[in-house]
């Protein structure tokens, strides 16, 4: 089994910053791309950014010079350092991980909880 456990999420002040983390734990044998996406109240859930095994990173148009992701191999975790925040931001945000649980496996996607950040304006 395969477990991604998010934390870092909360309130802040626009303009202000936070970084969320997201570590995968339990039966993992390689880390394809990494991501992560949000979901406002009422919205669908959307993609954020996202982090390929390579280091190669694909942002939204929204979040472009503000947020960064970034991935730590050796801990199995990514981050996303977001900066400027706007309240247009606040959502629940998720990552997304693709793992392969033995060489046996194809890869395939796993979500953390969710954690809520709260832009104030």
């Known amino acids: 089994q395969v477990q991604l456990v998010e934390s870092g999420g909360g309130l802040v002040q626009a303009g202000g910053s936070l970084r969320l983390s997201c570590a995968a734990s339990?039966?993992?044998?390689?880390?394809?791309?990494m991501g992560w996406y949000r979901q406002a109240p009422g919205k669908q859930r959307e993609l954020v950014a996202t982090i390929s095994n390579g280091g190669i990173t694909n942002y939204a148009d929204s979040v472009k010079g503000r947020f960064t992701i970034s991935r730590d191999n050796a801990k199995n975790t990514v981050y996303l350092q977001m900066n400027s925040l706007k309240p247009e931001d606040t959502a629940v945000y998720y990552c997304k991980q693709d793992i392969k649980g033995s060489s046996w496996y194809s890869f395939r996607g796993y979500w953390g909880q969710g954690t809520q950040v709260t832009v104030s304006s």
């Open positions: 339990g039966s993992i044998f390689s880390i394809n791309a």
